[in-house]
């Protein structure tokens, strides 16, 4: 199975996909697409050997720029890994059931348009939680809204700031992530 990954940022949970599928011979990254040229997860996939693309917003929505590009590495399924456009609805379409991406908060709580990053960290602050965690779902297209398919949750504790949130969620993305996403291939090819 081909994936392609989605980043915009720094790139932590793409160098850790990346490598927890090194020596697969099942599953392969075959490129990292970014919608910023200054996205640091073009310098870890390229440490690691992975080809990668910058595809800016524009290009993005265009269908006749964008599916070429995928039918060039033989992408066959698409992970968003801090990820922060939405995905454009030929995409979804394209890849039904073969789009995923993390959110850092227990769905549906926190997710929507502007919940991303620390902004999420700081409105599970502001709420008083309890806990925190991480989601995998499919896409759709409803931002943050399509179908669970695993969440992990952690403590908080009532001194812990937005930056401690977002540490402990962290941990859960680097332990949990890649076994979700290798999971979900398995029962595609059951």
Do not use: W
């Not at 599953?27 to 870890?44: E, F, G, K, M, P």
């Not at 890994?81 to 039904?96: H, K, Q, S, T």
């Amino acid at each position: 199975m081909n994936l392609a990954i989605f980043v915009s940022g720094s790139g932590t949970n793409c160098e850790n996909i990346i490598k927890y599928f090194q020596d697969s011979d099942k599953v392969h990254v075959t490129v990292v697409i970014s919608n910023r040229a200054d996205a640091y997860a073009l310098v870890r996939a390229e440490r690691l050997g992975v080809p990668t693309e910058i595809v800016p917003k524009k290009q993005l929505n265009d269908e006749a720029f964008l599916m070429p590009l995928l039918r060039k590495y033989n992408v066959e399924f698409v992970v968003l890994a801090g990820f922060l456009l939405l995905a454009p609805d030929f995409l979804i379409d394209a890849f039904p059931r073969r789009i995923i991406n993390l959110h850092p908060a227990l769905l549906p709580k926190f997710g929507g348009k502007g919940m991303y990053g620390h902004h999420v960290h700081e409105a599970v602050k502001a709420a008083g939680e309890t806990e925190t965690g991480m989601t995998v779902h499919y896409v759709n297209n409803v931002c943050d809204g399509g179908e669970i398919i695993a969440q992990f949750s952690t403590p908080i504790l009532p001194e812990d700031t937005p930056d401690d949130i977002a540490a402990k969620e962290h941990i859960l993305e680097q332990e949990h992530f890649p076994q979700v996403i290798e999971e979900i291939l398995q029962k595609l090819e059951e």
